[in-house]
């Protein structure tokens, strides 16, 4: 499985990339997709509604690209989001992996910081799952933590004390600021949230990838549930904390 929190802003400070001038093989003219999927259409349209967007998918594009090719048979992305990408990133994904990969909008909700007083307060990141094959991907809802019912008078006791299957809406706080997992870097995403991506579309001795890695999160969730992991960053600082969260990792740098 690959988990990918990429940095929201990037395109934006960085030198403009022109997509319609991308070099594509001569029978994959108009950027063909994994299904045969002409894009260079739909591109061009975004393109015109947000400047951002066509810097923003000229990062981000070829790294969906390669997670698709990366990916085995059974595989599963988690590409974690908010409101503002979650729209652009739904259309790119339907033409990278073919609308019918997509399985879940994960919507992670939260409660923490100032409340907006001028529209509702965003308080929920969406994380869109995709996977490389539907009739052959691997999902083991069995492994997953389960949660207790809002009103569990209303189940029976036997039911109550299972607990229910989370649904595509997860209720989980942020990392604690005073809490044992924060590793004090300002992008960290809780374990808990991973832990539940890795323990249902992964099994033991599997491969994690998570390529804008940060602190690590996702290394110590996979280590923790014993699969595989590679996890690469291209910041010193997240690199350094890396080092220490996850000492049995093998470090190589370029
Ligand atoms: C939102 S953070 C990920 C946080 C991570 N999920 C965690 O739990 O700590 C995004 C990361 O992408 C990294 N990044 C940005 N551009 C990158 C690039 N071109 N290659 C690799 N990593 C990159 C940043 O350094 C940052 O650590």
Known sequence: MIYVDPPFN????????????????????????????????????????????????????????????????????????????????????????????????IIWAYDYGARAKRRWPAKHDNILVYVKDPKNYHFDSAEVDREPYMAPGLVTPEKAARGKLPTDVWWHTIVSPTGKEKTGYPTQKPMGLLRRMVAASSRPGDWCLDFFAGSGSLGAVAHALERRFVCIDSNDQAIEIMRNRLPHARVIED
Not at 14 to 19: A, D
Not at 21 to 28: I, L, T
């Open 10 to 105: 990037t395109g934006r400070a960085q030198v403009r990339r022109n997509l319609r001038s991308h070099r594509v093989d001569p029978e994959d003219a108009d950027r063909r997709g994994f299904k045969g999927r002409g894009y260079k259409s739909v591109l061009e349209s975004l393109s015109r509604y947000d400047d951002a967007f066509e810097d923003y998918w000229s990062f981000l594009l070829p790294r969906l690209e390669l997670a698709r090719d990366l990916m085995t048979e059974s595989g599963t992305l988690y590409l974690h989001l908010d409101y503002r990408e979650v729209h652009y990133a739904k259309v790119m994904c339907d033409m990278v992996f073919g609308r019918d990969c997509f399985l879940n909008e």
